[in-house]
């Protein structure tokens, strides 16, 4: 009887570690973003990027395909919703990009930079530029 819930146990175990590794696997894709844009504060170049949602700590991290640098943004959920193309929204104020969102198909919302909401002034409203997440 204990040898039957040991065996139990652990195949529940490995199935929830294997499952989160696929939910893992869907938020880490490539963005080629034709602008130079901002996270946390740092200037990135337009490039080709592979974009990674770390699971628990909510962290964006950007890697650059060209040179291997990579930034990160802590972030929060701060959407409910679901989308079926990824994507990561950028606000402009006509001088500079700045991350907005990020949004990754089968997570349960978009994600945006930690502070929460804030009061856009109307410098800061500007056009918002939608770049699209492909599948690695």
Do not use: C
Not at 8 to 32: C, D, H, P, R, Y
Not at 48 to 62: I, P
Not at 78 to 88: A, D, I, N
Not at 107 to 129: H, M
């Amino acid at each position: 009887m204990k040898t039957t819930l040991k065996n139990i146990a652990m195949t529940l175990g490995l199935t929830a570690v294997l499952g989160s590794a696929a939910l893992f696997a869907q938020t880490e894709s490539k963005a080629n973003i034709p602008f130079d844009f901002q996270i946390s504060g740092a200037t990135l170049p337009a490039g080709q990027y592979m974009v990674k949602l770390a699971g628990d700590t909510h962290a964006l991290v950007f890697r650059n395909m060209a040179t291997g640098h990579s930034s990160v943004m802590l972030t929060h959920p701060f959407q409910s919703g679901t989308v079926e193309k990824p994507k990561l929204v950028f606000r402009s104020n006509g001088e500079r990009y700045t991350l907005e969102s990020a949004w990754f198909a089968g997570t349960p919302g978009g994600y945006g930079p930690l502070g929460g909401k804030r009061d856009k002034t109307d410098k800061e409203r500007g056009l918002a530029a939608t770049v699209r997440l492909l599948q690695k």
